[in-house]
Nanobody, 128 residues
Framework: QVQLVESGGGLVQAGGSLRLSCAASGRTFSTHAMAWFRQAPGKEREFVAAISWNWNGSTYYADSVKGRFTISRDNAKNTVYLQMNSLKPEDTALYYC????????????????????WGQGTQVTVSS
């Protein structure tokens, strides 16, 4: 019932920035926890960032991106964002948006299998 579409990926130099967007359709996701994952060729899909739906939006980040990436959401627009700054070549990957409907306003997970629906992915390539 919920479809996610990512956008904003592209080619950037190391040290540059990108802002990814994930737009949801089908129904509101105001009570859906959201997350970003990424997958490089030959690698397992790995957690990047997650956000709950409580009052201020609890967030959690992988150590590899903490301090450089920021996840946020605009429930009025049914959209989640990933602001990526100080990009490194090792950030190169296909980035996926994922969601999970929950009545727990503080719920966050770093596990792929905990998420119910996924976008198609958007490619981010960082050159050195």
């Amino acid at each position: 019932q919920v479809q996610l579409v990512e956008s904003g990926g592209g080619l950037v130099q190391a040290g540059g920035s990108l802002r990814l967007s994930c737009a949801a359709s089908g129904r509101t996701f105001s009570t859906h926890a959201m997350a970003w994952f990424r997958q490089a060729p030959g690698k397992e899909r790995e957690f990047v960032a997650a956000i709950s739906w409580n009052w201020n939006g609890s967030t959690y980040y992988a150590d590899s991106v903490k301090g450089r990436f920021t996840i946020s959401r605009d429930n009025a627009k049914n959209t989640v964002y990933l602001q990526m700054n100080s990009l490194k070549p090792e950030d190169t990957a296909l980035y996926y948006c994922a969601g999970h409907r929950t009545y727990d306003s503080r719920w966050i997970s770093i596990q792929v299998y905990d998420y119910d629906y996924w976008g198609q992915g958007t490619q981010v390539t960082v050159s050195s």
